[in-house]
């Protein structure tokens, strides 16, 4: 009797998590033009681009195209020696609490279009480790990029709600 119990609790468990919605999915992707900076997102302007403030997760957030070059200085790491491109960005809490950038809601597209490694624990600036801001206070901080050639580089900022890419065109000389 229990076993027939058991057996019935759980068809009526997995039942349940099953779904008859015939919604396909959004197929919206970005083809890595430059000046297609993409978004499906609440804010009201859909301009994102280098050098311009935009709001995500009631951050202001302005990324500099002031970036420079740094190389991975860590003998034990698989990246010794890598070259990366150094981002700043400046963050600005709009919150009444404090608040920062959460790490996993960003990552790095290179410029073969593929995502990149994060190498943010190999540097103390990294706004990866920057720490939380009380309402109204901001600071500068930097991406830290793996760099696999010149062209064009993407940010994407995603918290499952908004979505915004920003490109950034890096040479190296």
Known sequence: MKKLLLIMLCCLCL??????????????QTNGNENNNSTTNNNEST???INKAF???????TISDD?????IDNMYSEYDNQVVIKVPVTVKNLKDET??????????????????NTVASYFDD??????????DASYTKYFYILYDGDGTYTIEFDDWTDKISIDIEVTRQ
């Open 15 to 28: 039942s349940g998590c099953t779904s008859n919605n015939n919604e396909t999915p959004d197929n919206n």
């Open 47 to 49: 301009d994102y681009s």
């Open 55 to 61: 709001i995500f997760d009631d951050l202001e957030i």
């Open 67 to 71: 970036y420079s070059f740094d190389t």
């Open 99 to 116: 608040h920062s950038l959460n790490m996993f809601y960003y990552s790095f597209f290179g410029s073969q279009g593929t995502e990149l």
């Open 126 to 135: 990294s706004i990866d480790f920057a720490g939380d801001l009380r309402k």
